[in-house]
Every structure is written in structure tokens, then in C-alpha cells.
């Protein structure tokens, strides 16, 4: 998903599941600036992704 940095450059933020573990890839050595709507589909992936975790854990 999309985001930006704090000197406001983009960048993107990955969710998904492996082994029953949900694993989020950041900006390395960077922080990530989510607006109210990033809030949302963040939400909606770590969701998605504790789901399939779930369904395909040890």
C-alpha cells in the first residue's frame, strides 16, 4: 500500500501472510506517514493477512 515519508516522498508498505505469521515490509529506515484512509486499508490488509495466517498456520 501507499504512504509517503516524513520529507513527504512516496513510498509503500507491503502486508502478507507466510507460515501463519503476518509480516509487514516498511521503508527500511524510514517511517511511514499514513492519512486517514492509508489507516484503513492497512487495517483491512493486517486483517486479511492474520486471516490467511490463521488458515494456514502450523
Known amino acids: 500500500m501507499s504512504c509517503r515519508d516524513m520529507a513527504g516522498r512516496r513510498r ?10 503476518v509480516v509487514v515490509v516498511a521503508p527500511p529506515g524510514e517511517t511511514a506517514v499514513l ?17 490467511t495466517a490463521a488458515d494456514s498456520g502450523p
Request: aromatic share 4%; charged share 25%.
Open 35 to 51: 492519512s486517514p484512509l492509508e489507516v484503513g486499508r492497512l487495517r483491512a490488509a493486517l486483517r486479511d493477512a492474520a486471516l
Open 12 to 21: 509503500d508498505v507491503s502486508v502478507f501472510a507466510t507460515q501463519g505469521d
